[in-house]
């Protein structure tokens, strides 16, 4: 029997390959465009037929979380052949999804799944699942595996450009950086997550000046005392996304990198964007 079993919410925005070749499970939540709804599992809809639909929208579309039923049919089917589960999931402050995950444990009735509470989402979230999958292949136990989680929390670091404020501000996920209002919708801000929201760590005036400055106080926020690992992604911006991975690998070459897209969820709520993730160990 396995030890143990890792599952995250499709807001951790790690390519399908990872998800296959870690074993990683994954429960989906939902975009809905008005009538329609979409399972978030790159089969219903696409990111890039999402993106188009996003522009194409008049109305900007909700999110859904999974219902516990969802993690029931998973915990259960997990718990055969593992001995235990560490769910990971998006920030409560920005979701009820790890509710529904609590909630399902709860039905379950076993201490031997442990859901967290990540506090962060999208990328930060992809590299925190993914390196408590790479210490569960390696055999360590769930408490240390959580241990490591914890320390993440406080010391992974998250920034991200939007190109433009108008969906946080719509889709009212714009948290610690609120101030950011309709009437500033112009400037370039760089935000960050702070105790599970969203929050502004700086502002710039033009989108080329605030590529530069992610990307300096990405060098800035890096202290050099252990490997690095990154990941770099995009909501709609290919080509910049592509760019951005490329100067980061020449210029602080890290242990790992990862390119990633920003998936249906956070990127209803995101828009265009550019986001980098990190962590030293």
């Given at each position: 029997m396995s030890k143990v079993a890792i599952v995250t919410d499709s807001t951790a925005d790690l390519p399908e390959e990872l998800y296959l070749k870690n074993n990683i499970t994954v429960v989906p939540l939902s975009v809905i465009f008005g009538e329609e709804i979409f399972i978030d599992d790159?089969?219903?809809?696409?990111?890039d037929a999402f993106y188009k639909?996003?522009?194409?929208s008049s109305k900007l579309p909700t999110t859904a979380q999974p219902a516990p039923s969802d993690f029931v049919k998973v915990y259960r089917k997990l718990l055969e052949d593992h001995e235990k589960i560490i769910s990971i999931h998006i920030s409560k402050k920005m979701s009820g999804t790890p509710d529904s995950a609590e909630a399902a444990k709860k039905e379950i009735d076993s201490d031997n799944?442990?859901?967290v509470d990540s506090e962060v989402t999208t990328i930060a979230l992809g590299l925190m699942v993914l390196k408590s999958c790479w210490m569960a292949q390696e055999g360590r136990p769930a408490e240390e595996i959580i241990a490591r989680i914890n320390e993440l929390k406080t010391s992974i670091n998250t920034l991200f450009v939007p190109h433009t404020l108008e969906y946080l501000q719509k889709g009212g996920r714009i948290g610690r950086a609120k101030g950011l209002i309709a009437s500033l919708l112009e400037i370039k801000p760089i935000l960050t997550l702070h105790l599970g929201e969203v929050s502004q760590y700086r502002t710039t005036r033009r989108w080329n000046q605030a590529k530069n400055e992610?990307?300096?106080s990405v060098q800035a926020m890096i202290k050099g005392k252990g490997k690095l690992y990154i990941s770099v992604a995009d909501a709609d911006l290919e080509e910049e996304g592509n760019e951005m991975?490329?100067?980061i690998n020449q210029l602080l070459k890290p242990e790992f990198i990862l390119r990633s897209k920003i998936g249906c969820i956070v990127g209803t709520h995101l828009g265009p964007a550019i986001a980098i993730?990190?962590?030293?160990?």
């Amino acid at each position: 029997m396995s030890k143990v079993a890792i599952v995250t919410d499709s807001t951790a925005d790690l390519p399908e390959e990872l998800y296959l070749k870690n074993n990683i499970t994954v429960v989906p939540l939902s975009v809905i465009f008005g009538e329609e709804i979409f399972i978030d599992d790159k089969r219903d809809l696409t990111i890039d037929a999402f993106y188009k639909k996003l522009k194409d929208s008049s109305k900007l579309p909700t999110t859904a979380q999974p219902a516990p039923s969802d993690f029931v049919k998973v915990y259960r089917k997990l718990l055969e052949d593992h001995e235990k589960i560490i769910s990971i999931h998006i920030s409560k402050k920005m979701s009820g999804t790890p509710d529904s995950a609590e909630a399902a444990k709860k039905e379950i009735d076993s201490d031997n799944i442990i859901v967290v509470d990540s506090e962060v989402t999208t990328i930060a979230l992809g590299l925190m699942v993914l390196k408590s999958c790479w210490m569960a292949q390696e055999g360590r136990p769930a408490e240390e595996i959580i241990a490591r989680i914890n320390e993440l929390k406080t010391s992974i670091n998250t920034l991200f450009v939007p190109h433009t404020l108008e969906y946080l501000q719509k889709g009212g996920r714009i948290g610690r950086a609120k101030g950011l209002i309709a009437s500033l919708l112009e400037i370039k801000p760089i935000l960050t997550l702070h105790l599970g929201e969203v929050s502004q760590y700086r502002t710039t005036r033009r989108w080329n000046q605030a590529k530069n400055e992610m990307l300096n106080s990405v060098q800035a926020m890096i202290k050099g005392k252990g490997k690095l690992y990154i990941s770099v992604a995009d909501a709609d911006l290919e080509e910049e996304g592509n760019e951005m991975s490329e100067k980061i690998n020449q210029l602080l070459k890290p242990e790992f990198i990862l390119r990633s897209k920003i998936g249906c969820i956070v990127g209803t709520h995101l828009g265009p964007a550019i986001a980098i993730a990190f962590y030293e160990e």
